[in-house]
């Protein structure tokens, strides 16, 4: 079965409720960890002191008109056990992101750590959870036929399957360099789902007013509602009051309400007052009956 976690929320293990399923799937996952071996995966690592984007181009210029993966990371600060990205659960996952670009027998979590950490929750012990750690983020652009088909970002300790497609590792960069990758007119060639996958990436780079500045632009540019609607998530994952700001906008003009809706759903993800206020002089403009 699968969970599909959407990029632009960033998540923690949950509480009490459902916990006996979970107790039940995280020992059957550590007991698949533990005993089952990771296939092997061609990965090819060009680290030479070159820019991102120079390292980008050279991966893409050896994967040419096939299929293939290029992947970099960046630092992001995050509580201890939350993670950021999508996320499948799939018991074919065996090996994390982590673990396949270097060449490593997936750890693992004991099952005896596993059942620790889903008592803790039970029990109310949160400190774990709330420990402000650094966590490498993986990016990882799917190449189809030559060209970015697809955009991800997720936590390099989380299983991944590349399907057996050559990866390139690219190495570690900066927010910086990532939201630079792309200017607006290489972005807007991109396909559906790789525009989505990039802004939601850059909502992730925890970098407030430059991302914002970003993605405001393109959010002026781009036509379709879907990528819309992933732009003001994106935006309001910046969490400030000039992005509340612009949310506001989008909510008083953008033609489309499922994409009003999103904004609304963006501002509720912040934690600025200047976000609180703003649903509640939504509330006061559009009246309290439900117009949905």
Request: overall charge negative; hydrophobic content about 40%.
């Amino acid at each position: 079965m699968d969970h599909n976690i959407s990029p632009a929320i960033s998540w923690k293990i949950p509480g009490r409720s459902g916990l006996a399923f979970l107790l039940a799937g995280f020992v059957f996952m550590a007991i698949l960890l533990a005993t089952s071996p990771a296939r092997a995966q061609q990965v090819t690592h060009l680290v030479s002191p070159q820019s991102l984007d120079d390292r980008v181009a050279e991966a893409r210029s050896n994967i040419g008109s096939s299929d293939g993966w290029i992947v970099f990371s960046f630092e992001r600060l995050m509580c201890e056990r939350c993670f950021t990205g999508s996320l499948r659960w799939d018991s074919d996952w065996k090996a994390s992101i982590a673990d396949i670009i270097h060449d490593r027998e997936p750890s693992g979590r004991s099952v005896q750590q596993t059942v620790r950490d889903v008592l803790n929750d039970m029990d109310g012990d949160d400190a774990a959870t709330e420990q402000l750690v650094q966590k490498d983020v993986a990016v990882l652009l799917q190449i189809q036929g030559g060209a970015i088909s697809r955009v991800h970002h997720v936590n390099m300790d989380l299983s991944f399957k590349f399907d057996d497609l050559p990866v390139l590792w690219v190495g570690k960069h900066s927010p910086e360099s990532i939201l630079g990758l792309f200017d607006h007119r290489t972005w807007q060639r991109f396909g559906h789902e790789a525009r989505k996958g990039w802004v939601w990436t850059l909502g992730a780079l925890q970098m407030s007013q430059a991302s914002l500045a970003w993605l405001t632009t393109a959010y002026e540019t781009e036509r379709e509602t879907d990528v819309r609607k992933a732009i003001a998530f994106a935006i309001g994952n910046t969490d400030s009051e000039d992005s509340v700001e612009v949310l506001k906008d989008i909510i008083d003009a953008d033609p489309d309400r499922d994409v009003k809706k999103a904004a609304i759903h963006a501002l509720g993800n912040g934690k600025t007052i200047a976000a609180r206020d703003a649903l509640m002089e939504i509330i006061w403009k559009w009246g309290t009956r439900s117009r949905s």
